[in-house]
């Protein structure tokens, strides 16, 4: 009898021991339909963070310091892409340097959102550097976009010089008072104040040479 009470309490320890083992859990996640699974080892790991995506971006400013290449900046930063592509095409034999015609052209192609093509431009890109504030800014904008990653990632630049005020903005000279016209306030008379009596004729203090005589 003792036999026997002995062998079933093993028997049911050895029955929980392999319940919490896991011996007796179903199949794995990989092998259900819906990938799920009850181990808390092998939940799958929650979706992380989505990333930034970063677009292609470009400050205005005055381009005048380089003609050519400001042309296609200005193009460009306005979303202009045929027109970018026109000017890049009719103006890069006189750019600055020949270096940067990558550049531009990377900026057309992501402009056009043909950021395949605009990683070919990049990969042919020889920077150097620049100290034109736009061209910079292209470089750090493009760079932007096939690395994704931020500008910062691409250094800084110098500052973007302001466009001209234009002729509605300016101040109209003849709206300005003249000064050489404005009188004096020290020259003019204040007509609240009584004259010297010191320089004023006295009407009363003549002579009448024919009053009083003859008589």
């Known amino acids: 009898m003792k036999t026997r009470t002995v062998a079933t309490v093993l028997a049911l320890c050895l029955t929980i021991g392999a319940c919490k083992s896991g011996a007796f859990e179903g199949p794995d996640a990989a092998d259900r339909p819906d990938g799920t699974s009850t181990r808390a080892g092998k939940q799958d790991p929650p979706a992380g963070k989505q990333r930034t995506k970063y677009g292609f971006t470009l400050p205005t400013g005055n381009t005048a310091v380089d003609v050519n290449e400001g042309r296609v900046y200005d193009a460009l930063a306005e979303g202009d892409c045929p ?23 990377a900026g057309v192609y992501l402009c056009r959102k043909d950021v395949a093509s605009a990683k070919s431009e990049y990969a042919r890109l020889a920077w150097e550097g620049s100290d034109v504030w736009f061209i910079c800014e292209l470089h750090r904008a ?49 007509p609240g104040q009584t004259p010297d009596s010191g320089e004023t004729p006295d009407s009363g203090s003549g002579t009448d040479t024919g009053s009083g005589s003859g008589s």
């Not at 026109?86 to 020949?98: H, Q, V, Y």
């Not at 016209?181 to 204040?190: A, N, R």
């Open 83 to 105: 027109g970018a592509q026109t000017a890049l095409d009719e103006t890069k034999g006189n750019f600055r340097t020949a270096t940067t015609v990558p550049l531009f052209q």
């Open 142 to 190: 493009v760079g932007s976009v096939v690395k994704q990653k931020p500008k910062s990632a691409f250094g800084g630049c110098p500052p973007v010089e302001p466009l001209p005020q234009s002729p509605e903005e300016s101040p109209d000279p003849a709206e300005s008072p003249d000064p050489a016209g404005t009188p004096d306030p020290e020259s003019t008379p204040d």
